[in-house]
């Protein structure tokens, strides 16, 4: 089975732009999660869809939010971008029904802004 | 708010040695504690994972530990090689009642010399 893709893999953006990340789940995985890796705050939960809808969240502001089409592939969409926002943002899909299932990662997109 | 606590940052060891790493988390309903592998320019790699019901799990030369009355687990190594080197994360589930996540602590860099 393929694993989890990441499109793109990299990304160079200016402050005030916004930008879509893309990733397909590993084939048969429903459940999408995106995390933010930063060095300072280590990697961080922003959010969790299942069939369409978001089911968790994790703690930043409105300028991040996500969205899964029916085939589970999903994409983010980080709006009015800061300095700050530079990371690589990983993809993951879960395995499993459970919250005891394994969680694959891709390999992220690293996004830089200016 | 919820954190996972890991110790330590940097770990040298030579080839052949032990490695271990410690975790603590907060959340009382965390019920499953996956580790990672990371290497350069990648996303990480789900390495081993340990559920609330079970004390002690291994896999070849990786075994993990959890003491769910003092909140701890930990990782160890045996028989390292090179290859080892990278960072590796410990993580433990959030105990949301909707959806999943991952509470990730800030990595172990761990080099293995020849």
């Known amino acids: 089975k393929a694993g989890v893709t990441q499109t793109p893999r990299y990304l160079i953006k200016t402050r005030g732009q916004q930008v879509t990340l893309s990733c397909s789940p590993i084939?048969?995985?429903?459940?999408v999660s995106w995390y933010q890796q930063t060095p300072g705050q280590g990697l961080q939960f922003l959010f969790e869809y299942f069939s369409e809808t978001q089911r968790n969240k994790g703690n930043f502001p409105g300028r991040f939010s996500g969205r899964q089409f029916s085939n589970s592939r999903s994409e983010m969409n980080v709006s009015t971008l800061e300095l700050g926002d530079s990371a690589l943002y990983l993809c993951?899909?879960?395995?499993?029904?459970?919250?005891?299932?394994?969680?694959?990662f891709g390999n992220g997109t690293r996004l830089t802004v200016t | 708010g919820e954190n996972v606590e890991q110790h330590p940052s940097t770990l040298s060891v030579q080839e052949g040695d032990s490695a271990v790493i410690k975790c603590t988390y907060s959340?009382?309903?965390?019920?499953?504690f996956p580790w990672y592998k990371q290497e350069l320019g990648k996303g990480p790699q789900l390495i081993i994972d340990i559920r609330s019901n079970v004390g002690e799990k291994k896999d070849q030369r990786i075994a993990v530990t959890l003491n769910k009355t003092a909140k701890h687990f930990s990782l160890h190594i045996t028989e390292t090689q090179p290859e080892d080197s990278a960072v590796y994360f410990c993580a433990a589930s959030l105990g949301s009642n909707s959806g999943y996540a991952l509470n990730f602590g800030k990595g172990t860099s761990l080099l293995v010399t020849p």
């Open positions: 959340d009382s309903a965390s019920n499953y």
């Open positions: 084939s048969g995985h429903r459940s």
């Open positions: 993951a899909s879960l395995e499993g029904p459970g919250r005891n299932s394994p969680l694959h």
